[in-house]
T-cell receptor, first 115, second 114 residues
Framework: AQSVTQLDSQVPVFEEAPVELRCNYS??????LFWYVQYPNQGLQLLLK??????LVKGINGFEAEFNKSQTSFHLRKPSVHISDTAEYFC?????????????FGKGTKLTVNP | GAVVSQHPSRVICKSGTSVKIECRSL??????MFWYRQFPKKSLMLMAT?????????EQGVEKDKFLINHASLTLSTLTVTSAHPEDSSFYIC??????????FGPGTRLTVT
């Protein structure tokens, strides 16, 4: 079975500081990995995804993530955050079932950027 | 980019009534759509997978008679919460899968049952 662990439920940082949101996954098969952002009372927006190839993935809004197969991790990073990055961030793993790709989500990390 | 809409964005209903939520893929055809439920400060829980022209596949623990899903066309799936109770109050989010197997999420529907 697939599972995703986001160790930090809340991460407070100051504006312009770097941030790392941690994500570890468990799967017995090859998976695709995703990071989504959710603003209050809104749906999810895809930040970036790892399907194959380069383990360093760049996404929107200056975020990037690195896939580490040996550590089964897919941590999200941004070198300098803005107030507008305050949101909930979800790591997800997808797996094939019944001809479609299902997503399993972590519990989310609330990023709060303070001035 | 691919856009998915949900209607309504917010709905308040009385206990015992039914509520229908629509999910539409606006600029692509989606053979498969997914329905999620999100509790406050919790992650998304997959409720069911909706396939166009066939019955939905429900996840374990989700009552199919209570959460009726219809996927009548390649751009529309509906979720009907029947005989709603206060514990059904939640944020419901749909997603639509394109041919590249990527999911695009709707903006969500906040259901409050009084």
């Amino acid at each position: 079975a697939q599972s995703v662990t986001q160790l930090d439920s809340q991460v407070p940082v100051f504006e312009e500081a770097p941030v790392e949101l941690r994500c570890n996954y468990s799967s017995s098969v090859s998976v695709y990995l995703f990071w989504y952002v959710q603003y209050p009372n809104q749906g999810l927006q895809l930040l970036l995804k790892y399907l194959s190839g380069s383990t360093l993935v760049k996404g929107i809004n200056g975020f990037e993530a690195e896939f580490n197969k040996s550590q089964t991790s897919f941590h999200l990073r941004k070198p300098s955050v803005h107030i507008s990055d305050t949101a909930e961030y979800f790591c997800a793993v997808s797996f094939s079932q019944g001809g479609s790709e299902k997503l399993v989500f972590g519990k989310g990390t609330k990023l709060t950027v303070n001035p | 980019g691919a856009v998915v809409s949900q209607h309504p964005s917010r709905v308040i209903c009385k206990s015992g009534t039914s509520v229908k939520i629509e999910c539409r893929s606006l600029d692509f055809q989606a053979t498969t759509m997914f329905w999620y439920r999100q509790f406050p400060k919790k992650s998304l829980m997959l409720m069911a997978t909706s396939n166009e022209g066939s019955k939905a596949t429900y996840e374990q623990g989700v009552e199919k008679d209570k959460f009726l899903i219809n996927h009548a066309s390649l751009t529309l799936s509906t979720l009907t919460v029947t005989s709603a109770h206060p514990e059904d109050s939640s944020f419901y989010i749909c997603s639509a899968e394109d041919r590249g197997y990527e999911q695009y999420f709707g903006p969500g529907t906040r259901l409050t049952v009084t």
